[in-house]
């Protein structure tokens, strides 16, 4: 029989707020433990809530930015469970009336465009850290974490491969950077994934039992994860057994999931109104004013770099991978006025020199301006391009501007013919032996010919000139 997969997600995102959702406590990460609490995120009793602005405003960019509907009214619930690590035995969350609903993000797989629907967007706090101490036996339980504002994204069942919900969740965590309103750390746990995933025989309507999966903390271990889950759940049902509705972790070193708790049922978790907060209004200009706001967004501005600026996807994706880099090539573009070129740099040397020292693109000692130099230089014929890769390292150890490293290291590009042409003499009359053989047919020295008259002028000769002058030697000899 042949199953289609099933595949739904539910993102949790922390939110870039400098404090907690409903107190002043910092959500600063790191802290000692404990730190970064107050009375009202340890639950103490008499104590009251009060609801940070920007943690709605920085909740509606994202509805805004999946094309949700923002609800003009919604409210607080209490969650009621028990966990060490939630201090007031209950989190505050959104449930009946969410903050937004019905919205959808586009991805593509395999050249193959598709919507992924949202069903809901809601604001919530976080709850604590529990820390085990396997050596000692002990717990410990950390709640600077308390309270830091989250908003959940909950999306429709309508993935069907494991490819889609990586390609989903990149989706989601591109745009909640680009907007400013997560880091999207994974290994801080700003952006967590938990997975429903079930099979059903092709062509049924009804889903099958699923198993939710969690602890995984990166796209890929996501994609495997749900890879592996749908090679056991059809290994149950191809031997007529039934998949047991549970909670399953991901564990990475053995690369399997294993069950963590069983889930018959939904948990009650008897949600009943906040009665300490009154409802979120959300006026006609309070909701313009957020949508105004927005920056363009990645899908947006990938399409703009490849219509405006004439580069290939795949250059227009890597370079608006996030929003600081696409400004730093714009800014480069304006200045040199050549797209491809500065894309080819970017792309290239910039990024292999941020990766090799494990800096972004902001904390980069090369400016827009010094790499447009460079770009203008290399295009009027003052250096070679193979030069410019020395001034490149130049720029990024001591930070001068390009003019002024190819001043001082005397790297101005030879564009003398008569001077070039002794020196092309010069490599022909060393080399008898190789001249010979290219008289007889082997045409493949010409390359030999160029390198060698390239390395006696120290990089430093016109390319173009060079292999003219060759071609005319050459045919004459």
């Known amino acids: 029989m042949t199953y289609e997969t099933v595949i739904g997600l539910e993102v949790h995102a922390q939110l870039l707020t400098k404090t907690k959702i409903f107190c002043g406590c910092s959500t600063r990460f790191g802290q000692e433990p404990n730190s970064n609490t107050c009375p009202i995120c340890l639950g103490m009793p008499g104590t009251l809530p009060v609801l940070n602005k920007k943690v709605v405003e920085y909740a509606m960019r994202m509805a805004h930015a999946t094309h949700c509907r923002i609800n003009r009214t919604s409210t607080w619930a209490r969650k009621n469970y028990f966990y ?274 494990k800096l972004e693109i902001g904390e980069s000692p090369v400016l827009p301006a010094a790499l447009a130099q460079l770009i203008g230089i290399i295009g009027d014929g003052t250096i070679s391009g193979k030069i410019a890769k020395e001034v490149f390292e130049g720029m990024w150890q001591s930070g001068k501007q390009p003019k002024e490293i190819v001043e001082e290291k005397g790297l101005v590009q030879i564009t003398d013919t008569g001077e070039l042409e002794k020196i092309v003499e010069g490599v022909l009359d060393a080399h008898q032996k190789q001249l010979e053989q290219y008289r007889a047919g082997k045409d493949q020295l010409f390359g030999f010919f160029v390198g060698q008259t390239m390395k006696a002028t120290g990089g430093k000769a016109n390319p173009e000139i060079v292999n003219e002058l060759l071609k005319k030697k050459l045919s004459m000899s």
């Open 84 to 357: 060490p690590d939630l201090p007031k035995g209950y989190q505050i969350t959104q449930f009946d009336h969410p903050l937004a609903e019905a919205g959808y993000v586009d991805i593509e797989t395999g050249g193959v465009k598709k919507r992924i629907g949202i069903t809901r967007i809601h604001m919530e706090e976080d709850a604590g850290k529990s820390i085990h101490d396997d050596l000692s036996g002990s717990s410990y339980v950390d709640l600077n974490r308390a309270a830091v504002p989250l908003i959940e994204i909950v999306s429709e069942p309508d993935m069907r491969a494991p490819e889609e919900a990586a390609q989903y969740l990149r989706r989601l965590h591109e745009i909640l950077v680009y907007l400013e309103i997560c880091d999207g750390n994974m290994e801080e746990g700003s952006f967590r994934c938990d997975a429903n995933i079930s099979l059903r025989p092709e062509g049924q309507e009804a889903f099958g039992i699923r198993s939710e999966l969690k602890n995984m903390n990166s796209f890929n271990n996501v994609q495997h994860a749900l890879e592996y889950e749908i090679l056991r759940q059809r290994a149950i049902l191809e031997r007529g057994d039934q998949v047991v509705q549970e909670t399953r972790l991901w564990d990475a070193s053995q690369g399997l999931t294993h069950s963590m708790r069983g889930k018959e049922e939904a948990h009650d978790y008897r949600y009943f109104p906040e009665p300490d907060l009154v409802p979120i209004v959300i006026s006609d200009a309070w909701e313009e004013e957020i949508r105004a706001a927005l920056p363009e967004l990645p899908m947006e501005k990938r399409a703009r770099f490849i219509n405006k600026y004439g580069i290939p996807p795949y250059d227009a994706g890597v370079l608006t991978a996030s929003r600081a880099l696409a400004d730093y090539y714009e800014e480069v573009v304006r200045l040199c006025e050549r797209p491809k070129i500065a894309s080819n740099w970017v792309m290239g040397d910039l990024l292999a020199y941020l990766n090799e020292a």
